[in-house]
């Protein structure tokens, strides 16, 4: 157990490698992990490409690195001053890395920290047979979510906290999710889950609007072949004249950000999950948040851990299937092949999970019916 | 239309009679209904037994009075100062009626003033077939929602109130519920409707705890089998040894709300719902509510009218299905058979509504399928 | 008691006349009240200009119309279906109006309705020696409380819901408020009186500057004197690196939205208080609500009666001391002087109060020791 | 810095010595402490005086241990795997040292874990010169704060939690407060600078309740003097016959307990944070709880850290000066002597604050003006 395979970005350009690493060393408050599944988010996707937000981030003296952060394994060895987390224990990873120091931290917010880090972005990433984190974002899975749903965790815990918002005041509501990504169909999925009365669903590729509706959504409006001012009376209509409780914005685009404000009601709220692609952007303060009386919640992250501890219980009791929005498993070793479902357009994909063990792989093929 | 059959209280004894009465005349700010469907509660069966009780709340002198208060039917006349409900409007009741010059009412929770009146039980009540009451606490139905569920949405409202609690932060937890009764029985519904993951169900009635699972129970215990510590050990292995989230008492026994009070975990929440039968009575206080550091939230009526509002979603968008509960359906001439089946022991009944139309009954026993 | 005095919008253009009009009868659910102090707000400065929003929102065709809603006043007239109000009742008015059918009433905010009216805009106003308005907005007063602190209450109210947003929770906080406007400067005395733990006040004008320190504030900055760049430096300063709790935007200038944004930290809150003078404009929606993941509240209005009930306490029991904000007390004759202080540039008042009563003007001034 | 002077408790009986022991040295994630200041608390008294509790709680194999854990002092040595805190920090302590790995340190409540150790109980306390603890539960003080008023912190966090409550809503309301322990005595300055607008306390020292009146009781009620129905009476003739918003139980005796759950108004808020007598008691639960629609709070320590920052906050502000509870200063050496006074009936004393370095004592005595 001193090498293993890992996917490492080993230069400023387009790609990534299958190379021969050795196996990390936690440090003391540090864990190791046999990775069992593994899924490609949207910032590995920068990364690959290499685009001008990596070239910042990261910056290509950082390089080699490791890809990934999307996680679920087995803990093969703690360090010293390890506390909760044992050998053999199954888990998944928070990767917000939050400074105890930060005054968030320090009053319960450590989603959103003045000195955080983040792994595969500030560390070596997860894509490899092993794995080292700290313990303190180490989450304890439930031993009968399957690993291919306890790697997606971690963005499926950006939509819950994106559709419960801060106060987890959703049952009876109606609501609008905007974006046909991985996160907004997940969101559709806990929407539904957590009591949410009626679902619009806003996106524009067919075959990803086919899983938001397989998540649970009600009603379906297509983008791209609506204009904002008919969306707006397709929401009016089905809410009485009132617009919906809560609009979650998860595209970030002006578009988006004008039809949720535009669809919330009267002293509704407003998920800000989406990132703007040009940020300032022009905003209808007046009508859209100031008349409205309505609240916003800046979303980023996951609640540490009650967002984590409030997916484990929906999955574990079966209140939450998110299976249809995970469209293809990969060995490890074919990651390009993953890589590419990602960015391929019109969209043909949602969540790719990715398996550094063959058996694992073919087990995961086996009960989830599809490759 | 002035003359209408009406279930009344007659005399201080058990039992009440199907006589002629005139149909009421609304005051400027009540309304008329013409009703299709109410249902008994446990007040119209401490009526309908003159038990000590109603004989001091009521009282001998206010009879004759017509008995119920649940209720959906269909707005034929509005008084002139009315503002929001129209003629022919399908409407349900909000049964306390509010003091506006109250301060819970000036600050928004109209549910629990000083000054409350009751549908049925200060006025005549819904057992007719027409029923006069207050603008105030008409709630508008969707016509998507049959009369025998629209009438029962006020003990629906119960069970919702005391699932959310105050906050309605209810999504991804798991929860004690305690009692058999319709209230119960709808509560687990609502649970499972709004996001609870694992609903731990207490009751003692075979043929209303199959109602339980029905409505969406995880796990069920059986309180006239089991001694407090197997009940206890049985929760404690079901959540990790914490105790649950949230635990809901709802029968009012002082073994009820000692079983809540050590299963709610630290932090937890309690619902206190059910009434003591007798009061004071002892508590664990400081192991059940100090050193818990948990909450515990008086629940009284529904709130007016957020409750009713997330019900008539969840109902009209098929979140909710109210129907298990309710187990029998009768002509409102055969109301002392729903009377009889109400009081029955042990339980082979939850919801008995009665119809003053017989079309109405025929179509409702057609498309429930059961009588 | 047949004719009155009142102050009236004649004709759209500049001004107002002091002209003799009959005593308004109430509707069956309107009070008529004989004004005690009543105090002239923003609102009423745009109709007294006749300024564009005026001439769009009220339009020429509603006039002649009396001017005014900022009042206190006496009970002297109920109508017949009045339930709560009772002759002799010392009151001020909550101005907005709400339709009890809207959704947002039904669920308890109703100071964002659908159908809103406002008093003083949509009907005639309390410039004058009496006034109706309707029994549903009346607020009793604290007997303690004289006319020219009760007249003020409604914007108090503003100042108290933005300075308390929807969750009340300030107590130990830090909180930057923006503007030298009347309803910053009461902004000011609540945080303070609330427990608010650091006050930072931007404003720009020498004389309510002043105020501002008198209500309270900790530290202040000239926003002409200082640079958007040592403003936010200043916050940071002074918050330990982190920025504030909370942040009030109350003035609606670009540049204010942007301080606010800036200085909030992270998963703090931001109160959207100031309406924009153009919208859309641009916010820096990324760094400034996803990635802080901070809450904004729309705040338009009071909470009715909520914000009300809290005011009438502060103010009751000495904790809220307004009066350095009352600037300036004239009989109601001498409106166009009061108005002409109110458009006075650079700012030398704040409120200003008039009285319809010689006597009860007397008896102020010897009470402020001011005129 | 070998050896230093430390109040130890030796064996199974009433009392301490002042005894010669070790400088301890920290584990890698623990901090040393040099003491300038430290109280006695409750807590201490119970094991000075080694009562039932002590004895089992403790327990007499533990013996020697040193006593206390209300402490300000300066960090002399860190662990190696400390994170946050560094050598130079002036900090005082939170007592609850929680468990990582607990279900509710997980989901941010780490005040009511189940595995919680507590400082000067489960290990050597603090009133020595010297004194050891982990890292995790350091709070950085700010500067301008003496070490006198450090020092009290915690127990002044108790009394800010329980006034604040889980949601910190409390500003322009009314609250009832009982007892004159140093608690309930700090628990009226904390409501007075967070805004709560009327409080009446409720004691029976006169010495405290003198204390009280300082603090900012308005309104005070001796409990040896009245009647039960005497006081309720006296608080609904203060709270226009309603009852108080919120009411807090600090002394725990059946009639405090029962004044709180009478006095509450409905849909009010109790704070239950005095440890009973004697466990199960009786608790109107139907009046006090169900019908009353009420809420309560079991408080049990502080939040970990929202309650030290808005206490840090308002103390280095200016907002709440607690000092007049602090009723004597001694020399560590004349521990005795404040046991003394905690114990003596009636009550003389409040809060005791011991000093281990005589100019630190002499400095105190002159800036306080007592001893």
Same mark, same amino acid.
């Given at each position: 157990m001193d090498s293993m395979k890992a996917v490492v970005k080993t230069g400023p350009r387009l790609g990534a490698e299958l190379l021969d690493k050795p196996v990390p060393k936690p440090e003391p408050d540090w864990v190791l992990?046999?990775?069992?599944?593994?899924?490609?988010?949207?910032t590995d996707v920068h990364i690959y490409k290499w685009d001008p937000w990596s070239a910042q981030r990261i910056g290509a003296k950082a390089l080699p690195q490791i890809l990934g952060h999307?996680?679920?394994?087995?803990?093969?060895?703690?360090?010293?001053?390890?506390?909760?987390i044992k050998v053999g224990d199954y888990i998944s990873a928070e990767t917000h890395i939050y400074d105890p120091g930060d005054l968030t931290s320090m009053l319960g917010s450590f989603h959103v920290g003045m000195n955080m880090k983040i792994l595969g972005v500030d560390f070596d990433g997860c894509f490899a047979e092993y794995f080292a984190l700290p313990e303190s974002i180490c989450w304890p899975n439930d031993p009968s979510i399957p690993p291919w749903v306890a790697a997606i965790q971690e963005p499926l815990?950006?939509?819950?906290?994106?559709?419960?918002?801060?106060?987890?005041?959703?049952?009876?509501k109606t609501m609008v999710i905007t974006g046909d990504g991985p996160i907004s169909l997940f969101a559709v999925g806990v929407a539904r889950a957590c009591g949410v009365a009626r679902i619009i669903h806003l996106g524009k590729y067919d075959f990803n609007m086919e899983i938001g509706r397989r998540m649970g959504a009600d009603l379906q409006?297509?983008?791209?072949?609506?204009?904002? @001012?008919?969306?707006?009376?397709?929401?009016?209509?089905?809410?009485?004249?009132?617009?919906v409780d809560i609009a979650l914005e998860m595209v970030g685009s002006q578009n988006s950000i004008d039809d949720c404000f535009a669809m919330v009601r009267k002293a509704g709220r407003v998920t800000a999950?989406?990132?703007?692609?040009?940020? &300032?952007? &022009?905003?209808?303060y007046n009508n859209g948040i100031v008349f409205k009386g309505c609240q916003i919640h800046g979303i980023n992250g996951r609640k540490i851990f009650d967002t984590w501890y409030r997916n484990r219980n929906l999955l574990a009791n079966g209140r939450l299937?998110?299976?249809?929005?995970?469209?293809?498993l990969f060995p490890l070793a074919e990651f390009a092949t993953g890589f590419d479902k990602m960015i391929e357009r019109?969209? @043909?994909s949602a969540k790719v999970v990715l398996f550094p063990d063959k058996e694992e792989y073919d087990a995961a093929v086996k009960q989830m019916g599809k490759t």
């Open positions: 992990v046999k990775v069992r599944a593994t899924s490609i988010c949207g999307e996680v679920a394994g087995e803990v093969v060895e703690v360090g010293a001053h390890c506390k909760r815990g950006n939509a819950a906290y994106a559709v419960l918002g801060e106060d987890a005041d959703v049952a009876g409006l297509n983008t791209n072949q609506t204009t904002p @001012k008919e969306r707006l009376e397709f929401v009016m209509d089905h809410t009485g004249g009132n617009g999950f989406g990132i703007a692609a040009e940020s &300032p952007l &022009p905003i209808d299937d998110p299976t249809p929005v995970i469209t293809n019109p969209r @043909k």
